[in-house]
């Protein structure tokens, strides 16, 4: 029985490991949700709480639960260096994440399938709830499916092809219940895992892919009002859609289930690799 949850190093086997920590991953978040969503004489429990604000740290603290309290690993293990290069680094996927997303709106507006205009009803402090939201997502979602799912899989001693493909599958089923999701968007999503992925090697720290993760999102829905892996969001524009080009715009989920979105994540890789070739060959 021993043999059935443990390999002969005394490790846990991996498919234990990420199945016990998903479902942490997933539980936590679903749990401050119902907590959220408790209602007492008509009204929430926790009122004054924003719930797209707190969900996110439910999954900040699985991961540090699993990593820290249980695996005795350190933030620096994890990819969560502090050092000025880390911050140039969240600085570069915040320039990628902005400049491919405002790319793909672009391209839409020229193509006549989407036309932006300012949105009225948009505010600084909704803008600001928003990024605080982005940054929650960026720091859950990376800090599980790139650093603990792969520095797992690498004690583990598992092949880095491997550990790619299983944390970005991964990443795109846990997007499986969103609204209006597609074969296409959970194929962009598997794409856009890998490329986090790859940026997590290059780097060796989480910095890049949550950079790029936050300005991507951040800059898709509060920036241009495009929806967000099938969520609303209000942004600074208000974006109207030709129906009979969704096979372009994505449609209500959004660019990720859009052809131009897979076309990022192949320009992505060639701008990563470029950058990494050039960086080692100045060292």
């Known amino acids: 029985m021993r043999k059935l949850f443990k390999n002969n190093a005394g490790q846990m086997r991996l498919g234990w490991d990420l199945f016990l920590a998903l479902l942490l991953f997933v539980g936590l978040q679903f749990a401050i949700v119902l907590v959220l969503s408790i209602k007492w004489g008509g009204n929430s429990l926790v009122s004054s709480v924003r719930p797209e604000l707190i969900t996110p740290l439910g999954g900040i603290a699985a991961t540090l639960l699993i990593w820290v309290l249980l695996k005795k690993r350190t933030l620096r293990d994890l990819g969560m260096r502090c050092s000025f290069t880390g911050v140039r680094e969240l600085g570069a996927g915040i320039v990628l994440g902005f400049g491919f997303m405002s790319m793909i709106a672009a391209i839409l507006v020229a193509a006549g399938a989407v036309t932006l205009r300012i949105n009225p009803s ?20 990376e800090m599980f499916f790139r650093g603990y799912i792969m520095k ?12 790619y493909t299983v944390s970005a599958i991964l990443f795109a089923l846990i997007h499986l219940g969103n609204n209006d999701v597609s074969a296409l968007a959970l194929l962009n999503i598997f794409l856009i895992g890998l490329l986090f992925a790859y940026m997590f090697t290059v780097t060796g ?10 300005a991507w ?12 892996s099938g969520n609303e969001v209000n942004g600074i524009f208000e974006a109207a ?7 372009l715009t994505g449609g209500d989920f959004g660019p990720e289930a859009e ?25």
């Open 241 to 247: 859609f030709q129906p009979q080009l969704s096979w």
């Open 152 to 163: 797992t899989m690498e004690a583990l001693k598992y092949r880095l092809p491997f550990a």
């Open 259 to 283: 052809l131009l979105d897979t076309a990022m994540s192949m320009l992505g890789f060639m701008v990563l690799y470029v950058w990494h070739r050039r960086r080692r060959g100045k060292t």
């Open 122 to 141: 948009w505010s600084a402090s909704g803008l600001l709830w928003s990024l605080m939201m982005f940054i929650g997502v960026a720091f859950s979602e």
């Open 217 to 228: 999102n951040f800059t898709q829905g509060s920036v241009y009002g495009l929806a967000v």
């Open 205 to 214: 720290s989480l910095w890049m892919p949550i950079g790029y993760h936050l």
